[in-house]
Structure formats: C-alpha cells, structure tokens
Nanobody
Framework: QVQLVESGGGLVQNGGSLRLSCAAS????????MGWFRQAPGKEREFVAA???????????DYADSVKGRFTISRDNAKNTVSLQMNSLKPDDTAVYYC???????????????????WGQGTQVTVAS
C-alpha cells in the first residue's frame, strides 16, 4: 500500500512563498506521475502541477495556466518526495492542496484527477490579502 503525506502548508501574506512537500512511502514505482491539486470551499478539485518520470530521462512537468511562472514542481527520488515551491502567492491560491500519485508514466493525463491511484490527506494553504 502506498501512503502520501503532504506538509508545508500554512498562512502567508499576499505575495509570499510556501513550499509544499509530498512524501511517498510503501511501494516504490520506477515510473510515475505525481500531481498537485487544490480545492477551495465550494469548488471542484483543480489541477495545479504535475511531474511525470519514466526512470531514464528528464522528468516532464506541467502547470495550470494560473500558476505558471509562480509555482515549480520538483522531485527528490532518493527521499521519495515531490515538492511544490509556490512564490508570489495570491489570495486566489487559498485552498487545501492535495498530492496524488499515478503509478504509470502518463504525462498526457496528468491534469485528470480521476487517473490518480493514491492521494494524500491534504494541507491547507491560506493567503491573506
């Protein structure tokens, strides 16, 4: 069984930065897609960023238009961790952030939450105006 644990959320001022981490434990996949999604109250879960890796080439990353240039997703395979560096945060970024793991290399489907096999419990990010 795979477990995903997010950390790093909190309260930050408009324009501030936070770094979220998602640590995976249990079964280790040599090829995967890990994604960050967020859900604000009364809204559907939306795609934020994803990283797909097939073990022998540079990872493929993808971002929602709303976060391009502000957020960066990265991986540390030695620690089984994927991080999301969030800069220039805005009040609209306020949400619960979830990391998900898809146990295949599927960058073309990274934006679809239904394709993910495992989810973390979420971490709250609040950006004060």
């Amino acid at each position: 069984q795979v477990q995903l644990v997010e950390s790093g959320g909190g309260l930050v001022q408009n324009g501030g930065s936070l770094r979220l981490s998602c640590a995976a434990s249990g079964r280790i996949f040599m090829s995967y897609t890990m994604g960050w999604f967020r859900q604000a109250p009364g809204k559907e879960r939306e795609f934020v960023a994803a990283l797909s890796w097939n073990g022998d080439k540079a990872p493929i990353t993808d971002y929602a238009d709303s976060v391009k240039g502000r957020f960066t997703i990265s991986r540390d395979n030695a620690k089984n961790t994927v991080s999301l560096q969030m800069n220039s945060l805005k009040p609209d970024d306020t949400a619960v952030y979830y990391c998900g793991l898809e146990s295949y290399f599927t960058p073309s489907q990274a934006m679809d939450p239904a394709k993910y096999d495992y989810w973390g419990q979420g971490t709250q990010v609040t950006v004060a105006s």
